[in-house]
C-alpha cells in the first residue's frame, strides 16, 4: 500500500500552533498542501471576514472547523452557553462553506464523578442543535478522544461509544464521526468497530503516540516517531470504504509547536508518505 | 450501600512502597488490615524463607503476587526469560500458599507496533505456563491496565478485551481476571462488561484517578480525592456476584509513597469507609 498523495493530505491548522491564522494557512499553500481544519482559537483571533479572504486567497480548503462547545460538563447555565458557542461554530462553519463541525462531549464537571450523567447531557446538547446544523448543512462530527482525557475533554473514549452515541442521537443526516489514530490505536477491537462506524466516518486524524509520552493532550508524535501503525488503521478505514482526506494534527507543545512551520510541513508531507 | 468493612480490606504492599517487606506488613497488622498483595520487587528483597516468617508473624494474608512476568514483549529469548521468571513466580505463589498471581500482558517492545502480534506473543506465554500453574494450584489472574500505558505494560486495555485473551487460552480452571477502576473507569460498557466478566473475576482493585494527573504510572490517588466513582463500580462488581476483598492499589511516586505508613494506612481505611 502505498503512501498518502499530496492531494488527498490535510493539515489541521493547530499542528501549526506557532502561526497565525493567515500564515499557517501560507505555508500549507506554499507547499501544495490541499486542505486543512480550522483551530477555532485562530479563527476567533482574526474572524470569519478576515478568515474568508485568506482562504479565498490560499485557495486551502476547509474540511472542518474544531472544535464545537462541550455540552456536558457544568451547570444548567454553563451547559446554555456552551451550547449557544455550538450554534455560532454552526454559523461560522455555514459561512465560510466548511461541512463539518468536529464535536468532543466534554469530561466530567468539578467533583463530578457521572459519566453516565455527563453522556446524557452531553446527548440533550447535541440533540438541542441537530436542527441549527441541519438547516445550515452543517455536520456534527463526534470526535471520541483517548481515554486518559476522560476527565476534562470527551466522556465518548471508544468508537464503539461513540457510535451508540449517535445510534441514540438518531440523527445520521446531520452527523458523523471522527476516527484519531492518536485516540484510538490501542483499541483491539479497532478493525470491528471501524466496520461498523464506515457509514458515518467522516474524518479521519492521524499522529503518532510517543513511547516516552510526558502529556496527556499536547504531546503527539509525528507519523513514524511512536506506537501507532498508522498505515494499517489506514488501510482498515480505506477497506471499509472511507476515501475522504487523511488529516494530520499534532498537538506537540515541546517539539513541532517550536519549529519553523516550513520545516514541519515538509517533514507531515515525508512522513505521511513513508508511514500513512 | 455501606462503606467496606475492615474485615473486607486489602492493602496491596506496592501502595506503601516506602517501607521494607517485613515493615509494610507490620504496619498493615497494627491497622487491623487482614489482606495484601505482593510486590514482586518487595519480595525479590527478602527471599521467600523470609517472606514465609513476617507472613507467619503478622498473620496479614497474601491474596495474589504483584505480578508475572510480561509475555508479549521482545524477541524469542527476551520472551522465554520472562516466561521462565513466571514460572519462578508461580513456585514463590505455591511456597507462600498465594492463590492468585497478578499478570500484565506487557506492551510493545522497542520499534515495534504490532498489538496483534504482542497479544499473540503473550498468549503464547500464557499458554505454555498453565500446566505449571495448574499443578501448583495457582491461578493466572490477567489485569487489563490503562490504554495510556499500553505501549509498555499492557496490550490489554479494557475488561472486554481481557475476556476475549481468556475465552482463546481456553483454561478457566487456571486462570481469573482483575478489574482495576483506575484502568477500566472511563469505559462506558464497564457494567455490561463486568456482568460478563463476573465467573472470572478474582480480584478488584480500586484506587482514584486525579483530575491533574501527572505520571502514566505512578500518580494514583486515594479513593476520594479523583474522578472515579468506585463505589458504583464496586456496586455493579458486587451485583454481579463478587464477594472478594476491596484491595487498594496506590502507585503515588509525588504524595503518597512519601508519607507515614501508619499515616497512609489510616487514611486508607477512612476512604474506603467513605468513598468504596
Same mark, same amino acid.
Given at each position: 500500500? %502505498?503512501?498518502?498523495?499530496?492531494? *488527498? &493530505?490535510?493539515?489541521?491548522?493547530?499542528?501549526? !500552533?506557532? =502561526? /497565525? #491564522?493567515?500564515?499557517?494557512?501560507?505555508?500549507?499553500?506554499?507547499?501544495?498542501?490541499?486542505?486543512?481544519?480550522?483551530?477555532?482559537?485562530?479563527?476567533?483571533?482574526?474572524?470569519?471576514?478576515?478568515?474568508?479572504?485568506?482562504?479565498?486567497?490560499?485557495?486551502?480548503?476547509?474540511?472542518?472547523?474544531?472544535?464545537?462547545?462541550?455540552?456536558?460538563?457544568?451547570?444548567?447555565?454553563?451547559?446554555?452557553?456552551?451550547?449557544?458557542?455550538?450554534?455560532?461554530?454552526?454559523?461560522?462553519?455555514?459561512?465560510?462553506?466548511?461541512?463539518?463541525?468536529?464535536?468532543?462531549?466534554?469530561?466530567?464537571?468539578?467533583?463530578?464523578?457521572?459519566?453516565?450523567?455527563?453522556?446524557?447531557?452531553?446527548?440533550?446538547?447535541?440533540?438541542?442543535?441537530?436542527?441549527? %446544523?441541519?438547516?445550515?448543512?452543517? *455536520? &456534527?462530527?463526534?470526535?471520541?478522544?483517548?481515554? !486518559?482525557? =476522560? /476527565? #476534562?475533554?470527551?466522556?465518548?473514549?471508544?468508537?464503539?461509544?461513540?457510535?451508540?452515541?449517535?445510534?441514540?442521537?438518531?440523527?445520521?443526516?446531520?452527523?458523523?464521526?471522527?476516527?484519531?489514530?492518536?485516540?484510538?490505536?490501542?483499541?483491539?477491537?479497532?478493525?470491528?468497530?471501524?466496520?461498523?462506524?464506515?457509514?458515518?466516518?467522516?474524518?479521519?486524524?492521524?499522529?503518532?503516540?510517543?513511547?516516552?509520552?510526558?502529556?496527556?493532550?499536547?504531546?503527539?508524535?509525528?507519523?513514524?516517531?511512536?506506537?501507532?501503525?498508522?498505515?494499517?488503521?489506514?488501510?482498515?478505514?480505506?477497506?471499509?470504504?472511507?476515501?475522504?482526506?487523511?488529516?494530520?494534527?499534532?498537538?506537540?507543545?515541546?517539539?513541532?509547536?517550536?519549529?519553523?512551520?516550513?520545516?514541519?510541513?515538509?517533514?507531515?508531507?515525508?512522513?505521511?508518505?513513508?508511514?500513512?
Amino acid at each position: 500500500m %502505498a503512501g498518502v498523495p499530496l492531494e *488527498r &493530505l490535510c493539515i489541521h491548522q493547530v499542528t501549526l !500552533m506557532q =502561526c /497565525g #491564522f493567515a500564515e499557517s494557512l501560507e505555508c500549507l499553500a506554499r507547499h501544495g498542501v490541499p486542505m486543512t481544519a480550522i483551530w477555532h482559537e485562530k479563527l476567533d483571533e482574526v474572524g470569519v471576514a478576515a478568515a474568508r479572504r485568506v482562504l479565498t486567497d490560499t485557495q486551502v480548503e476547509p474540511v472542518a472547523l474544531c472544535v464545537g462547545g462541550t455540552m456536558a460538563i457544568g451547570d444548567a447555565a454553563e451547559r446554555a452557553s456552551q451550547i449557544e458557542l455550538t450554534r455560532r461554530r454552526i454559523e461560522f462553519c455555514a459561512d465560510l462553506g466548511i461541512e463539518s463541525l468536529l464535536m468532543l462531549t466534554g469530561g466530567l464537571g468539578s467533583g463530578e464523578t457521572d459519566l453516565l450523567a455527563a453522556r446524557l447531557n452531553a446527548l440533550e446538547g447535541f440533540d438541542s442543535v441537530v436542527p441549527e %446544523a441541519r438547516a445550515a448543512g452543517v *455536520r &456534527l462530527v463526534l470526535e471520541p478522544l483517548h481515554p !486518559m482525557v =476522560c /476527565g #476534562f475533554r470527551s466522556v465518548i473514549s471508544t468508537l464503539s461509544a461513540a457510535c451508540d452515541f449517535l445510534d441514540e442521537l438518531d440523527a445520521d443526516d446531520a452527523t458523523g464521526v471522527a476516527l484519531d489514530t492518536y485516540a484510538l490505536w490501542w483499541d483491539l477491537n479497532l478493525p470491528r468497530d471501524i466496520r461498523r462506524a464506515a457509514p458515518r466516518l467522516r474524518h479521519f486524524h492521524v499522529s503518532d503516540w510517543l513511547a516516552e509520552t510526558t502529556d496527556l493532550r499536547l504531546d503527539r508524535g509525528m507519523p513514524g516517531d511512536g506506537l501507532i501503525n498508522n498505515r494499517a488503521i489506514r488501510r482498515s478505514v480505506e477497506d471499509a470504504g472511507f476515501r475522504g482526506p487523511v488529516e494530520i494534527e499534532i498537538f506537540s507543545k515541546r517539539h513541532w509547536w517550536r519549529e519553523s512551520p516550513d520545516e514541519v510541513v515538509s517533514e507531515i508531507v515525508q512522513r505521511t508518505s513513508d508511514f500513512v
